[in-house]
Nanobody, 118 residues
């Protein structure tokens, strides 16, 4: 089993920055892909950014050049540095983990709210 816990959400003005963290515990040595999803009210959950154990990354087009996903050396924690935030980035952000190399794993954190005011 894997447990994921997000932190770092909050309220920020447009143009500001936030850094989200996701700490993994349990059978983390088997996690080969981790990512960040977000879900805004009335919208589907979407993949924002993902990173594999080999360092391959994937980004949602609308966040490229603004968001950066990274992973600590131990592979226990991933981060999402979010710069130049926009009101449309407002959502609950969820951490996701997978044992294979796709970014739609079975393990989810409880989510952290990010609100960007205009």
């Amino acid at each position: 089993q894997v447990q994921l816990v997000e932190s770092g959400g909050g309220l920020v003005q447009a143009g500001g920055s936030l850094r989200l963290s996701c700490a993994a515990s349990g059978s983390i040595s088997r996690l080969n892909a981790m990512g960040w999803y977000r879900q805004a009210p009335g919208k589907l959950r979407e993949l924002v950014a993902g990173i594999t154990s080999g360092g391959r990354t994937k980004y949602l087009d609308s966040v490229k050049d603004r968001f950066t996903i990274s992973r600590d050396n131990a592979g226990n924690t991933i981060y999402l540095q979010m710069n130049s935030l926009k009101p449309e980035d407002t959502a609950v952000y969820y951490c996701n983990g997978n044992f294979d190399y796709s970014f739609n794993g079975a393990y989810w954190g409880p989510g952290t709210q990010v609100t960007v005011s205009s």
